[in-house]
């Protein structure tokens, strides 16, 4: 891996990055439209705002916490 181009190195952590977290998110979807016992899709097309908010706040802190491990991992 020593042999790789820098800014390829970086562009696949990157790549990978973003894979992990929308997985992550998906997950956490389905989690939360489980425990819930709603579903997410419907609600939204409903316009209810407080599950919009709760989705934001999931995805938000999937990001954040996806981009710390990543982040320290390249420490």
């Not at 209810?48 to 710390?68: E, H, I, P, R, Y």
Request: charged content about 10%; cysteine-free; proline content about 1%.
């Amino acid at each position: 891996m020593s042999d790789w181009d820098p800014m390829l190195l970086n562009l696949s952590y990157a790549a990978m990055g973003g894979l992990l977290m929308l997985v992550f998110t998906w997950i956490g979807g389905r989690v939360f439209s489980n425990i819930m016992g709603f579903k997410l899709r419907d609600e939204l097309k409903a316009g209810n705002v407080a599950v919009g908010l709760a989705v934001l706040g999931l995805l938000l802190g999937t990001s954040v916490g996806m981009g710390l491990v990543i982040g320290l991992a390249l420490n």
